[in-house]
């Protein structure tokens, strides 16, 4: 079975496995965001992210790989009343536009080994616009301790160092690892090793 096969499978199920709720991270993040603009919410599965920003009067691209989860991020976005436009696409090999977004958001995107991680990230990069925001929450490798979530290959988790080197060509704006509680539907609860990344390009 394939990766988006996987992926399709899991997503089918009648609830929402990650929850309708916005990420808190994310949340927590409304006072940066631009009162309009454009946003890409990469990987963004069933949309609760992607949705979450329309919401908030954001021209919002929603990219995934599983139709059957675009389809239910439609659905999401439906029943709140907003326009959310859906790009299905493997982040891996996707060509990232360039300048063209006020707001980039990857939220527990690890299923990533390096190489194509570091592509995705530099094309997440690109296609900010000068003064864009980029936000970004994912496990540290302490997360294969909790087993609450994310993958289990230890490449894939996040550093403080990794994600520094990652957007060098960016101002780091907040940096931080904690441990804390995540109740995020049934594919992510308990306690976490978290890793928050808040960046914006130079005007």
């Known amino acids: 079975m394939s990766d988006i ?19 808190a991270f994310l949340a927590a993040q409304k006072p940066r ?5 454009t946003a890409l919410s990469v990987a963004d ?9 329309a919401q908030l009067g954001l021209d ?22 907003v326009a959310l436009r859906t790009e299905q696409a ?16 990857g939220i527990f995107f690890q299923f990533c080994p390096p190489a194509p991680r570091a592509r995705i990230f530099a094309g997440m990069s690109r296609a900010l616009k000068p003064g864009g925001l980029l936000l970004i929450q994912g496990y540290r490798p302490e997360q294969l301790r909790y087993g609450t979530g994310g993958p289990k290959e230890i ?17 780091i704006i907040e ?29």
């Open 60 to 81: 919002v691209l929603s990219v995934d790989a599983s139709s059957v989860a675009q389809q239910k991020a439609r659905t999401l976005a439906a029943r709140r009343g």
């Open 33 to 37: 965001l631009p009162l309009g603009g």
């Open 45 to 53: 599965g069933e949309g609760r992210n992607g949705v979450w920003l």
């Open 155 to 171: 490449d894939n988790l996040y550093t403080e160092d990794l994600l520094r080197q990652s957007f060098a060509d960016l101002e």
């Open 5 to 23: 096969a996987r992926w399709d499978e899991r997503f089918s199920v009648p609830h929402y496995i990650f929850g309708e709720a916005p990420n």
């Open 175 to 203: 940096l931080a690892s904690h441990d804390e509680v995540v109740d995020e539907g049934p594919g992510h609860r308990g306690m976490s090793a978290l890793i928050d990344l808040v960046a914006r390009r130079p005007v």
């Open 90 to 105: 493997d982040i891996t090999i996707w060509r990232f536009p360039e300048a063209q977004y006020d707001v980039v958001a």
